[in-house]
């Protein structure tokens, strides 16, 4: 994810270490979760996107879903635990640090 690392390196028995900052602005959203645990694609993964709240909306306009302080829990379910049917959602993802809130779409398919 985002941070400050230390990189370290040694040669012929010396070793040199500095500092460096990794951005996210390269990351992309997945567009799609299968919640059928299978072991790929099974949540929304949002590692490294500094998340402070997440919102799932249906095709409607309702939420369906919202969890504050993220840690990837949401393999389309909706806020009661129930499984969501296969579609379209549409997600808002308000971000730590003053970093812009994202908004797109997520489909979720649950056929092998």
Do not use: H, M
Request: overall charge neutral.
């Amino acid at each position: 994810g985002a941070g400050t690392y230390t990189l370290t390196v040694t040669v012929s028995g010396c070793d040199g270490s500095a500092p460096f900052v990794a951005a996210t602005t390269s990351c992309t959203i997945q567009k799609g979760i299968s919640a059928n645990n299978d072991g790929v694609n099974d949540f929304f993964d949002l590692e490294g996107f500094n998340v402070r709240r997440l919102q799932i909306f249906n095709r409607y306009g309702s939420k369906v879903y919202e969890r504050g302080n993220y840690t990837n829990e949401w393999k389309g379910q909706s806020d009661k635990g129930d499984e969501l049917p296969d579609g379209t959602y549409y997600y808002v993802i308000e971000r730590n640090g003053g970093e812009p809130t994202k908004t797109g779409w997520i489909y979720i398919n649950r056929k092998n």
